[in-house]
């Protein structure tokens, strides 16, 4: 994939830089200030820690704000709005008063965006969900931008048969959709409700490194292969020929010379990697293969909404707005942080 | 040439049979998972179960129960859904097929059709406020789940505004064929083709805004002006064209991925009965025989449909030919 390869060969200018702001500098303070003086990408930056604090606060603000347990059904309860007392399971409207409407939003703190199906309180759930969603989509993104880089770097260093074997696997990888192979790993390892014994390892189904893992495993091979192609260009680089004549074993050869040649694509492609994870922790948890009940993400909430879709599209329509937001900051985010590291550099994924 | 199509074939080869072990070896030999279990899905009875063990040979070798499955699977083609022992995983498949191809390709060309036109209207309107108007617009279109805004799609047309003059003309979820009523088919396909491809509409766009930045520094773009050539002549009979060769190998592979069950999420929202409906209903069920036949039906497409990008590539780019 030619269009993804990542070079940074020379020095060049962002608008409105003169050479004299070089003088001096490390390139990480040149791309740190660069990314400061981004307002746009700083403004994603703040509107994604927002949503992350928000959302670890879950806790918070369903003791203390609103009161409401939010992984409880509540089918007989009633909850108090203005003044009055109100069910928070109604019966239907119209002339025969068929069926159970969940309370709609009382734009107060208890069921301020209304109740699911369940009767639980919907707005508690998004940010409990937005909670489950980002230490998912973070944690997978990160395993997988390490594994990949750790694989890469071997690849690219030792080449031959070290290269081929981890290469052609990488591949097969590729090859597979990757929700379809996310659906099958899923399948496979949820389907013994008590889990999997391996060894001295226990696979939990209910447990989020299920998901963490797989969603990790999956999309190794979108950061592997550029990165593997740098670290071929920057192995036959001169300074890389003079710490060999210095006699520098392998492991100062790869980590101190190779390695921070090579961390700047990991950065840039971090933030759209976890955009990347956020959708597809959604679409695996609205397929019911991903975060499993009692616990909600995104994903479920939505997929919990459905039949309530006309309805209450609130329950499905709020952790949609969630997910938007967190990947829309995500993707500013990393066109800043690229924009930052590289005026000229060309590099998108996606998901 | 003829070398080059013929190592991409034999290479074609080996992955397939590769994709078809690592498939058989998640789903059969994933350590403390009972695959005669796993196969009869949700609340077997032991007749099923016993039923499953003999006819794949589960007490026989590895090598010896991944032949039986592959020839349930490629030459006998009579692998039975165990959650519907009506239901033959093969043909069911094939008649899914022509659903997914509808769904796909109305999509496919909208999107081109919108990201080369957003493409160039962001360059062409460069420096004013329609080219970040445009990028932010793009941006959004990434950052939408796909099932999420089918979601949002159906709660419009289907229920809010559904009776205004808007929205009345949408017909209920569901799919009619094409060969029993063309008009149907077509009512019954907009919203989803709206929703599957604007994604890829703002993703196309950005891709295609870049690119045409990128070469309008290029030699032979200040050649074509030098000549005296019209801006509009430039852009489209120039920069246009050479910008197409990522947007072709980009299309042939995003293509590829849907038709092989990335469609999945916008089939599940909008009740269309294809392949990836097919997977999701025997996700729901548990049922692997099923799952396992679309996940390798879906690597296949994928895989076949990066070879021929690969070739189209090399007859466009002769560089990219390896000696």
Redesign the interface.
Known sequence: MADLAYEQEEISLAPGESASDFAGRSPWRLAGRRLLRNRVAMAALVLFLLIVVVSFLAPFYAHHLAHTDPFVSNLTGTTKVDGKEVQVIQQGTGPLGLGEIPIGPTWHLNYFMGADEQGRDVMARVLYGGRASLEISIGSAVICCVLALVLALAAGFFGRSTDAVLSRTMDLIWAFPVYLLAISLSTVLLTKPDGLQWGPIHVNPSSFWVPIWIIAIVYIPYVYRPVRGQVLSVREKEYVEAAVAQGASNFRLMFSEILPNVISTIVVMLPLMIATTVLTEAALSFLSIGVQAPQASWGTIIDDGQDLLYTRPMVAIVPGIMIVLTVLALNILGDGVRDALDPRAKLRIKG | MLTFIVRRTIGLVV?LF??TV??FL??FA????DPA??LAGRNPTPQTIAAIKHQFGLDRPLPVQYALMMKHLFISRDLVSYGNQALKVVPAIIAATPVTLSLVIGAAIIWVVFGVLLGLLAVVFKGTFVDPLIMILA??G????V??LG??L??IT??RLHNTFLFHWVPPLGYVPLTEDPWQWFLHLIIPWISLSILYIG?YA??LR?NLL?VQNEDYVRTARAKGLTERNVLVRHMLRTSMI?FVS?FGLDFG?LV???A??TE?VFGLPGVGLL??RS??A?D?PV??A??IY??FF??IA?AMVDVLYARLDPR?RPA
């Open positions: 992955v590769a994709i690592l498939t998640i789903f994933t350590p403390g998972i279990r796993q941006l959004i990434i950052s939408m789940p099932f999420w979601e949002v159906n709660l289907q229920d993703f950005r891709v870049a990128d990522t980009l991925v092989g069950g990335g999945l999420l599940v997977t999701y996700l729901v548990l692997l799952i396992m679309t996940v879906g690597a994928i895989t990066n990219i």
